[in-house]
């Protein structure tokens, strides 16, 4: 049976300075928890699963369909970044708008979210603040409902209401989406599995 997400044996390199992995895991939702020490190789993972990054060796799979290789594989899985990389040129509802077309989705409608966040749609991202970012980064990786949303510390710079709504998402999409998270401290939201990054590798351990 193919898997939603399946990472097998996934090494990232950069010379001889840094390398994270292996890593081999198969999930279908949930929350995978995503942890280790700051500068180990969380992000760095992350990026590699959602094909913006080409690992050193190994692959990932969304539907059995490599993401360095499938467009429709990378339309699946959604990055929200912990630094925000929308260009500030764009509104809140321009940025969803071209990020949902891109997933092949172009009817797609963030307003909704927008009104559960607090969000004005009509903001221009280069008038917006660290907070507005980050929760139009969210948004944007909710465009076009793909499956796999990978979320790295996309709680900070959220306020208490939105930090409260957005885990109430992820306790409701776990019943049907797969989502990877990112967060200093204690899990968000109850992991149904945990992916620990360590300076001798990463171990996958799923929840009993």
């Given at each position: 049976?193919?898997?939603?997400?399946?990472?097998?044996?996934?090494?990232?390199?950069?010379?001889?300075?840094?390398?994270?992995?292996?890593?081999?895991?198969?999930?279908?939702?949930?929350?995978?928890?995503?942890?280790?020490?700051?500068?180990?190789?969380?992000?760095?993972?992350?990026?590699?699963?959602?094909?913006?990054?080409?690992?050193?060796?190994?692959?990932?799979?969304?539907?059995?369909?490599?993401?360095?290789?499938?467009?429709?594989?990378?339309?699946?899985?959604a990055l929200v970044p912990s630094i925000p990389e929308l260009?500030?040129?764009?509104?809140?509802?321009?940025?969803?708008?071209?990020?949902?077309?891109?997933?092949?989705?172009?009817?797609?409608?963030?307003?909704?979210?927008?009104?559960?966040?607090?969000?004005?749609?009509?903001?221009?991202?280069?008038?917006?603040?660290?907070?507005?970012?980050?929760?139009?980064?969210?948004?944007?990786?909710?465009?076009?409902?793909?499956?796999?949303?990978?979320?790295?510390?996309?709680?900070?710079?959220?306020?208490?209401?939105?930090?409260?709504?957005?885990?109430?998402?992820?306790?409701?999409?776990?019943?049907?989406?797969?989502?990877?998270?990112?967060?200093?401290?204690?899990?968000?939201?109850?992991?149904?599995?945990?992916?620990?990054?360590?300076?001798?590798?990463?171990?996958?351990?799923?929840?009993?």
């Open positions: 049976m193919i898997s939603l997400l399946e990472v097998c044996d996934l090494v990232v390199s950069f010379g001889r300075s840094f390398r994270v992995g292996p890593v081999s895991f198969s999930m279908n939702r949930g929350v995978l928890f995503v942890e280790g020490p700051n500068g180990g190789g969380k992000t760095t993972l992350l990026r590699a699963m959602s094909g913006e990054l080409l690992p050193s060796s190994g692959q990932t799979l969304v539907a059995g369909q490599n993401v360095h290789g499938s467009v429709e594989a990378r339309r699946q899985i260009p500030g040129f764009l509104s809140v509802t321009e940025a969803y708008e071209f990020t949902a077309s891109i997933r092949g989705a172009p009817n797609w409608n963030g307003a909704t979210f927008c009104a559960d966040l607090g969000l004005d749609p009509t903001l221009p991202l280069g008038n917006a603040s660290a907070g507005q970012r980050q929760k139009a980064e969210l948004i944007c990786g909710l465009a076009g409902d793909p499956p796999i949303i990978l979320l790295d510390e996309s709680f900070t710079h959220l306020d208490k209401a939105s930090a409260a709504k957005l885990r109430e998402w992820i306790i409701e999409w776990s019943s049907s989406r797969l989502i990877l998270l990112t967060h200093h401290g204690e899990p968000p939201a109850p992991p149904d599995a945990t992916l620990k990054v360590t300076a001798n590798g990463v171990v996958f351990e799923s929840k009993p």
